[in-house]
């Protein structure tokens, strides 16, 4: 899918392909869309799905689908969201789970762990199944071992190095494909 911004026309590719995927039919897994602009083109590539379930979720699934979306969209062949945002984000939201309830705990790590694997990083997956595990052992379920906390561990550590600014493709930064 192409199409022109003309004159001064601020127009965020995503932003229009989020407008657009209601519209979409619903076998079309993924969109390539190329926006020429003043400054350049730019090319989105977007899988729908995560978009999908972003715009119909709510709470927390809504949120991880966002981000699971910007972990996988590219302008220009770039990540929107590198891995560092992902993790950034997805350890974000086990510190909002510290004192949740177990189950409540079991089914966000689900929702985490699984979108870590479509995202295609193991070591995030690892630490949210992690901090399940961690959860049960407080809760009186079997003592976490030494290699689950080192791994949970890990969520300290994305939380503790913000990612700095991230790609959403209004910036000058974009050379013209």
């Given at each position: 899918?192409?199409?022109?911004a003309h004159?001064?026309?601020?127009?965020n590719p995503l932003?229009?392909?989020a407008?657009?995927t209601?519209?979409i039919?619903?076998d079309v897994?993924?969109l390539v869309?190329?926006?020429?602009?003043?400054?350049?083109?730019?090319?989105?590539?977007?899988?729908l799905?995560?978009?999908?379930?972003?715009?119909?979720?709510e709470?927390?699934?809504?949120n991880i689908?966002f981000?699971e979306?910007?972990?996988r969209a590219?302008?220009?062949g770039?990540p929107?969201?590198?891995?560092?945002?992902?993790?950034?984000?997805?350890?974000?939201?086990?510190h909002g789970?510290?004192?949740a309830a177990l189950?409540q705990?079991?089914?966000?790590g689900?929702?985490?762990?699984?979108?870590?694997?479509?995202l295609?990083?193991r070591?995030?997956a690892?630490?949210?199944e992690a901090?399940?595990l961690?959860?049960?052992a407080q809760?009186?379920g079997?003592?976490?071992?030494?290699t689950?906390?080192?791994t949970?561990?890990r969520l300290a550590?994305?939380?503790?190095k913000?990612?700095?600014?991230?790609?959403?493709?209004s910036?000058?930064k974009f050379t013209?494909a």
């Open positions: 899918m192409s199409g022109a004159g001064n026309l601020g127009i932003s229009v392909i407008v657009l209601p519209l039919p619903a897994r993924r869309f190329r926006l020429k602009r003043q400054r350049g083109a730019v090319v989105a590539d977007v899988m799905e995560p978009l999908r379930r972003f715009q119909a979720g709470g927390l699934a809504k689908a981000v979306l910007l972990g590219t302008l220009n770039h929107v969201f590198p891995q560092r945002h992902v993790r950034f984000m997805f350890a974000f939201y086990v789970l510290l004192e189950a705990v079991e089914e966000a689900l929702l985490l762990a699984g979108s870590a694997r479509r295609k990083d070591e995030l690892e630490a949210l901090f399940v961690m959860k049960r809760a009186g079997p003592p976490a071992s030494a689950t906390i080192r949970y561990n550590e994305y939380i503790g913000p990612p700095g600014a991230w790609n959403d493709g910036g000058p013209a």
